[in-house]
């Protein structure tokens, strides 16, 4: 069965959408009253005989309603919503928080966050981009600490020269996790700081923030990325506008971003933006970062964790597997 969510300002008017797309025979799965913002409407259409919902059809149309309400208040964009709806539906996992898993399973791309190489092999270095703000430095610090936990090498390096405060605060990770920490200014003083890394190290480079809009602004780390060979990963808070989150992402998917860290979902209830922004550029969820701090650690984003944080009941507590605590 193909899902479809409509919202409109009155349930006529959302009938009207529903028969204009979906055409006469299909199915109204439920009804929900938004308030100021109007009414939503969820439909199916089946795709022929030998597909059906799931065995249960009345449970599945239950937890159906149920994600339709936990998208909403999560303010996730439509179209993400009736992939997300049809991918459920179309599942035979028992519950709503399962079939959820499920669906964001088929929907988005998801990947564990970079640990060093294993023996005798090599990996990039990994180049941390985002906007100002977005919590770079600790989470750079934070696939360090990862890494020394597992017994395994790291070196911090940062760009972030500029910012106040930002050496100090690199320094005061690097000394908390007895890690090698070193600057560069630019790209060919990088070059030459990437020369003394250790090749069994994960190495981590901190950058400046960016506005992702801005040519001049992004060029620099163009450059980074280019002479470290290094694998570019975004950070991006979570909370934001859907809408916005998405574009920002895709500007630094342009930019060669290649996954996605989520930070500070300790203080974001709506988890919308993170969603679209994976989606709209297309980038695996790596981790997610639960606080500012080193301790509150990096944690695995995978679909089912994903989907204890999204359903109503969900929390930090979900994500306690971070990788960064002994």
């Known amino acids: 069965m193909r899902l479809r969510s409509f919202t409109a300002a009155s349930l006529p008017e959302a009938m009207q959408l529903v028969r204009r797309q979906l ?37 599945t149309l239950a937890a159906v309603e149920e994600l339709t309400e936990v ?3 999560h303010r996730i964009p439509p179209g993400l919503v009736d992939k997300l709806l049809t991918a459920a539906a179309n599942l035979t996992a028992q519950g709503p928080q399962m079939m959820l898993a499920g669906a964001l ?3 988005l791309h998801f990947a564990p966050p970079p640990l060093p ?16 703000g977005a919590g770079k430095t600790a989470t750079a610090a934070k696939l360090c600490a990862r890494a020394r936990l597992a017994n395994k090498p790291a070196t911090l ?12 605060q690199a320094q005061a990770f690097a000394q908390a996790l007895g890690v ?40 620099p780390l163009r ?3 280019r002479v470290a060979r290094a694998e570019p990963l975004l950070v991006l ?16 998917q342009e930019l060669g971003a290649r996954g996605l860290i989520a930070t500070r979902l300790d203080a974001a209830h709506r988890l919308g933006g993170l969603l679209a922004a994976a989606h709209a550029a297309g980038l695996p969820l790596v981790g997610a970062g639960l606080g500012p701090s080193i301790g509150s650690g990096l944690a695995n984003l995978n679909p089912v964790a994903l989907a204890r944080l999204l359903m109503p009941e969900g929390n930090e507590g979900a994500l306690l597997a971070t990788g960064t605590r002994p």
Do not use: W
Not at 30 to 55: F, H, I, K, N, W
Not at 117 to 132: I, K, N, Q, T
């Open 23 to 59: 055409g006469d025979d299909a199915v109204i799965l439920s009804t929900q009253d938004l308030g100021d913002r109007g009414v939503r409407v969820t439909a199916g259409l089946d795709d022929g005989p030998d597909q059906s919902l799931v065995e249960d059809e009345a449970a």
């Open 71 to 73: 998208f909403d208040y």
């Open 105 to 107: 399973d088929a929907v």
């Open 117 to 132: 190489p294993a023996a005798g092999a090599l990996r990039p270095p990994v180049l941390l981009l985002g906007p100002s």
């Open 157 to 168: 390096i940062t760009m972030d020269t500029v910012s106040a405060g930002a050496r100090e």
């Open 180 to 219: 090698p920490l070193k600057f560069a200014t630019d790209a060919e003083r990088l070059a030459a700081v990437l020369g003394d890394c250790p090749s069994d190290h994960l190495i981590v480079i901190d950058t400046v923030g960016a506005n992702p809009y801005d040519a001049a602004d992004c060029q």
């Open 223 to 225: 450059l980074a990325a």
């Open 237 to 252: 808070p979570a909370g934001g506008d859907a809408f916005e989150s998405a574009e920002v992402a895709i500007a630094f």
